[in-house]
């Protein structure tokens, strides 16, 4: 019965452990990495981007100057007339309220 009552069995292979690095194999582990990021990034200054609008590779989309036009200078032209005044359907007003004309209790022909 003493022998089952041990909870805790020691390992019997010692741990082993790395003490000693080794800087060189770090370094050119660093270098190529670096390398790489740097390919990268000319790789992404390389490309560029297609306008969507007008396909060229001179400018990307959202910078394309027909979206840039300044045409709002005729836009604002549009609603600079005034057109036949529009009625205004005031129950509140003093005088003859044309919408009335329309209510049905107001009309003074057959009602169906």
């Given amino acids: 019965m003493a022998a089952n009552s041990q ?6 292979e010692p741990t082993r452990r790395v003490n000693g690095v ?3 194999s770090l370094e050119d582990k660093l270098d190529n990495l670096t390398n790489v990021v740097q390919s990268l990034l000319t790789k992404k200054k390389s490309l560029t981007q297609l306008c969507g609008i007008c396909t060229t590779s001179e400018h990307p989309t959202d910078l394309c ?7 709002t200078a005729h836009v604002d ?11 205004r359907y005031d129950p509140f007003s003093n005088t003859y309220n044309p919408g009335w004309k329309d209510h ?4 003074y022909r057959d009602n169906p």
């Fill in 22 to 24: 080794n800087v060189s």
């Fill in 77 to 87: 032209a549009v609603r600079n007339f005034p057109g036949p005044p529009q009625r």
């Fill in 7 to 12: 909870q805790y069995w020691p390992n019997s």
């Fill in 65 to 71: 100057p027909v979206l840039n036009d300044n045409s």
């Fill in 104 to 107: 049905l209790n107001l009309n």
